[in-house]
């Protein structure tokens, strides 16, 4: 697989911190924190920050607040009061008490030299994790500047609290006057305060290893940071000296207040801030109505838009991680696919690739994946058999064409309708065709499929054998322009077949009259029009000269989300493909208007009123009816050729058949047609069960229903029948089918002996 | 096959019998008591059998 569809993902912003934690000194995760204060729950909010600041009481009351500045709210009206709420969580958080760890003590010494805010906040953080502690402090008492700027009882009592299962040593009235005193300690921090004693080691860099043993740390007001920071700073000093611990490697603390996230301005609706209602605090109802104006800012375009990552609550870095470890080599019983099926339900749309800010192709990743799934020979076949049957079909001499006009052999257009459109009804072919030869004799007509489905299936040989069938067929046809009916058909041609031009036939159609049709319309524009702006403008010209009015879907202009037919998902994940299109018909009221007849067929066939652009020209289906089921789409693309060469090349077709097959007739009843075409089933499949039960004596007879049932595999799929005789034909009781294969049904089907296996 | 209801093959003309029979599917082989004509090893599967318990373990095979 190509590394660059996973390298991308590194640009990932889903781990970006929002600006105000960038912003804050100490990182805090203000989405988790907001959150739980969202639901009230100021004990769990209280845990989130003081994990994050060591000393909530002395934070709350002092810190400065960047956070505030840096609030994407201010672009709509007021920040977010993170310090409010902070002060607010304190007071209604009833559980403050520490956590008391049982962890053994380890065998690492480390030095603190100045008792101040850092230095005791450095101090914490390691004792906590059964570091041995030893803080040096020149003076009386421990606290530093926090005396001219906190009230004692405020700090002396959080200190109270933080410390209260911590052991560590505090050395008062102990100034260290050289850092050799400290020589036996693993490790030293130097928060000396403002003016206070470096011992030349700033000069040096931070930090410093002043032996082999003992590397030392500097931080705080020492290094001219405000109180909030210095304590900040006591705790990322903390975490270096902890790597330093672990590895021997002295590095910097590392701190970062940058950030590149992004996130849908659209988002920003003004909500007012919330105004304590007594002084400075508010009560919980307050704190949560202000904390539920904060947008807990995430890159989250791909969780918005993206059909897949909202059914599966997965997010595209997940989704990447699953994919590879679903393609490493190896059987599955050893080890874990856990993507095979979320790989086959994509629709390969390309929606991530339009709103991700990284701008993330998480579609071109699947279809490899489904490429390298199938080279693997892991893909299961039951996703995808019916679209390569129906593809096939579409390619086969039954309904495939490539002609050049009457009396020509060579062409300088030739119409390229894909093989859904002609499979949808006949006409729209047909119809659409004798128009564009009145306005451009020139043109003939290349009936086959784009490929799509084999690509989609990940059968890279098959996908080559399809675009082949459409290279000789435009070379046949002295390589004319193709004209589109279809923009999953342009996609797909202007990926794979790049050197075929192409047009869309709608450029080609005369504007109709006015008048020729009328009503309101939502334009659906189907997911491949993303990259075709002019297809989407001559559409809308096209309906409004023809008299229908247009209104507005906000969310498919925002974005052209599939109708659920691309990636062919509906055999894989049918709960999937429901959600998808239950989401696509509820963006409106309105009938849509589509020019995709995939699009068309299944809003149809999920009693979505719509209208193909071509009903509006030719007026050749009402809005309301009812889609060809899959047998009738079969029967519609031979229809399609028969009334080609008939009726424009005056040739006899299909040819005579000599095959004398058992034509006695099969009655199915409508409800037994839909509920074939519900399971994508033949009819000609299930007619061919009873026949092979009939003509092999393969039956078996159900003497308290009166009937027999009798299977045949065809293809790949085993299909059931349970059938009575009627008139002097069968009539059909029920059918099934499966993808399982009945192991030996060649020998017990009398097609083959035991010997012969 | 909870249910025991008297089925004949055609082709035999004998009853059915309760037999165990292969099925197999992704290189993975699944084994099941159905009714088989003991002559010429006709099988018979309800739809309740397809749809239920077949449906169900070859939707865990895709997944594996």
Not at chain 1, 54 to 69: D, H, N, Y
């Amino acid at each position: 697989m190509d590394d660059n569809l996973l390298r991308q993902f590194e640009n990932c912003l889903q781990f970006e911190p929002p600006w105000c934690a960038a912003a804050c000194p100490f990182h805090l995760d203000v989405r988790e924190f907001i959150s739980r204060l969202q639901r009230g729950n100021a004990d769990a909010a209280y845990k989130v920050f003081r994990d994050a600041v060591a000393f909530p009481a002395i934070v709350a009351a002092l810190c400065p607040a960047p956070c505030k500045t840096a609030c994407i709210r201010r672009e709509s009206d007021e920040a977010i009061e993170l310090n409010l709420l902070e002060r607010a969580c304190l007071a209604h958080a009833a559980r403050q008490e520490p956590n008391s760890y049982n962890v053994p003590q380890k065998n690492k010494r480390v030095a603190v030299v100045g008792g101040g805010i850092s230095g005791l906040a450095c101090c914490l953080r390691l004792a906590a994790k059964k570091y041995q502690l030893t803080v040096f402090e020149r003076g009386a008492r421990s606290g530093g500047h926090l005396w001219q700027r906190l009230a004692p009882e405020v700090f002396l009592a959080e200190f109270e609290r933080q410390f209260q299962f911590v052991d560590y040593e505090l050395l008062l009235n102990k100034e260290i006057t050289d850092l050799a005193a400290l020589a036996e300690f693993d490790a030293v921090y130097v928060a000396s305060g403002s003016g206070g004693a470096d011992f030349g080691l700033l000069a040096q860099g931070n930090p410093v290893q002043i032996n082999a043993k003992t590397a030392v740390f500097c931080g705080g007001s020492l290094l001219g940071k405000n109180t909030v920071e210095a304590l900040a700073d006591g705790l990322t000093a903390a975490a270096a000296i902890e790597r330093y611990l672990q590895t021997g490697i002295p590095q910097p603390a590392q701190d970062t207040c940058a950030t590149k996230i992004q996130i849908d301005r659209a988002k920003l609706q003004p909500a007012p801030r919330v105004a304590p209602s007594q002084g400075y605090l508010y009560s919980l109802d307050e704190l949560v109505k202000e904390a539920k104006r904060c947008l807990r800012c995430q890159c989250d375009a791909c969780r918005t838009y993206l059909d897949l990552t909202a059914y599966y609550n997965k997010w595209p870095l997940r989704i990447k991680d699953e994919i590879q470890a679903t393609l490493l080599p190896g059987r599955a019983d050893l080890k874990a696919v856990p993507a095979k099926r979320l790989i086959n339900s994509s629709n390969l749309e390309g929606t991530l690739k339009q709103v991700c800010p990284a701008g993330i192709d998480i579609d071109s990743l699947l279809l490899a994946a489904r490429h390298n799934l199938h080279a693997q020979g892991k893909q299961p076949w039951g996703f995808h058999h019916f679209w390569l049957a129906d593809m096939a079909e579409a390619n086969s001499d039954q309904a495939a064409l490539a002609r050049a006009p009457r009396g020509k052999t060579k062409c300088k257009y030739a119409f390229f309708p894909g093989c859904q459109l002609g499979a949808s009804d006949p006409r729209y072919v047909s119809v659409t065709y004798c128009q564009l030869l009145r306005d451009e004799a020139d043109t003939g007509i290349l009936l086959c499929c784009c490929g799509a489905p084999a690509n989609w299936a990940g059968d890279t040989e098959l996908h080559e054998q399809a675009l082949e069938q459409i290279r000789r067929g435009w070379q046949a046809l002295g390589q004319p322009t193709l004209l589109l009916a279809c923009p999953m058909c342009k996609r797909q041609l202007r990926q794979y077949l790049p050197q075929i031009p192409t047009a869309f036939v709608y450029d080609w159609l005369k504007p109709p009259s006015p008048g020729q049709a009328s009503g309101a319309y939502a334009v659906f524009d189907p997911c491949a029009s993303r990259e075709e702006p002019e297809l989407r403008a001559k559409i809308r010209e096209l309906a409004r000269a023809a008299g229908c009015s247009l209104e507005p879907l906000p969310q498919n202009e925002a974005c052209q989300q599939c109708c659920s037919w691309g990636g062919q998902t509906a055999l894989a994940n049918p709960d999937y493909t429901k959600s998808v299109i239950n989401k696509r018909i509820g963006e409106s009221k309105l009938p849509y208007l589509t020019y995709c007849a995939n699009c068309h067929d299944i809003f149809a066939a999920h009693g979505k009123d719509n209208a193909h652009i071509l009903d509006l020209l030719y007026a050749i289906r009402p809005p309301q009816a009812a889609p060809p089921t899959v047998s009738e789409r079969r029967a519609n693309r031979r229809e399609l050729k028969k009334q080609l060469l008939t009726e424009l090349w005056q040739e006899a077709w299909p040819p005579p058949s000599a095959e004398q097959g058992d034509k006695r007739p099969l009655l199915i009843t409508p409800a037994l047609q839909k509920r074939l075409d519900q399971e994508r089933i033949f009819e000609e499949d299930i007619r061919r069960v009873v026949i092979f039960c009939e003509s092999g004596g393969r039956k078996v007879w159900h003497p308290q229903g009166e009937y027999y049932c009798g299977y045949c595999e065809i293809g790949p799929m085993t299909y059931w029948a349970q059938y009575r005789q009627s008139g002097s034909g069968f009539e059909l009781l029920n059918f099934y089918a499966h993808r399982m294969k009945i192991d030996l049904e060649v020998v017990w089907n009398g097609r083959k002996t035991v010997a012969d296996l | 096959m909870a249910e025991k209801q008297l089925l004949i093959c055609d082709k035999c003309q004998v009853a059915l019998e309760i037999s165990g029979v292969h099925f197999s599917y992704l290189n993975h082989s699944f084994q099941a008591q159905v009714p088989r004509c003991p002559n010429c090893g006709q099988v018979y599967l309800t739809e309740d059998f397809v749809t239920g318990r077949m449906r169900q373990v070859e939707w865990e095979l895709e997944d594996k």
